[in-house]
């Protein structure tokens, strides 16, 4: 069964960058898409960033030319590069399949941007 922990946030000031990374328990070779999410204080959760097993990326638009998708299958691990950080990026980011599996959602990272 494939379990995901989350790592990486934490308070960064705008303009900062931070590097996010999604362990998986089992091999993430055989996983056709993973992505990441975040959910915003009183906000819906919602996807921003997707990778396939080939390597294509794509983005929301809202993250499109500051973050970064990448995987490394030998490591089992995905990764969210994010530049250009900004106030409204605040959120707690999560890592799960493209869909979504429902039991594979973990606890999250918490990222902050503020001054």
């Known amino acids: 069964q494939v379990q995901l922990v989350e790592s990486g946030g934490g308070l960064v000031q705008p303009g900062g960058s931070l590097r996010l990374s999604c362990a998986v328990s089992?091999?993430?070779?055989?996983?056709?898409?993973m992505g990441w999410y975040r959910q915003a204080p009183g906000k819906p959760r919602e996807w921003i960033a997707s990778?396939?097993?080939?390597?294509?990326?794509i983005y929301t638009d809202a993250v499109k030319a500051r973050f970064a998708i990448s995987r490394d299958n030998a490591k089992n691990t995905v990764y969210l590069q994010m530049n250009s950080l900004r106030p409204d990026d605040t959120a707690v980011y999560y890592c799960?399949?493209?869909?979504?599996?429902?039991?594979?959602w973990g606890q999250g990272t918490q990222v902050t941007v503020s001054s």
């Open positions: 990778i396939t097993s080939e390597g294509r990326t």
């Open positions: 089992g091999s993430i070779s055989s996983i056709n898409a």
């Open positions: 799960n399949l493209i869909p979504p599996g429902p039991r594979y």
